[in-house]
């Protein structure tokens, strides 16, 4: 049973920094394309960074520069790491997942996945 649980959100001024993991169980990171997601009231959910099963990865344009999607096979876990946060970064955060071939390439579009977390809340003041 493919599982997928976000921890590391919280609340942080404008500037600052958070990192935010995504446990997977039921299947092997590595061989899955994942994703961060995120939502703000109100809003679509909008993708965030993609990583593919190469390890191929693709900022949305609004994050890049700023965050970075990576995992760690060896604990099956996805990480998101934030910095210089932005009042608009706040919403709650998803992770995403999907199994995918080395062919897949990096997807970052909510129907292209089939596995999701509950989310992770992440506030950023001014």
């Known amino acids: 049973q493919v599982q997928l649980a976000e921890t590391g959100g919280g609340s942080v001024q404008t500037g600052g920094s958070l990192r935010l993991s995504c446990a997977a169980s039921?299947?092997?990171?590595?061989?899955?394309?994942m994703a961060w997601f995120r939502q703000a009231p109100g809003k679509e959910r909008e993708g965030v960074a993609g990583i593919n099963a190469l390890g191929v990865t693709r900022n949305a344009d609004s994050v890049k520069g700023r965050f970075t999607i990576s995992r760690a096979n060896a604990e099956n876990t996805l990480y998101l790491r934030m910095n210089n946060l932005k009042p608009e970064d706040t919403g709650t955060y998803y992770c995403a997942a999907r199994p995918s071939s080395y062919l897949d390439s990096v997807f970052l579009s909510t129907r292209d996945f089939d596995y999701w977390g509950q989310g992770t809340q992440v506030t950023v003041s001014s």
């Open positions: 039921g299947f092997t990171v590595s061989m899955y394309s």
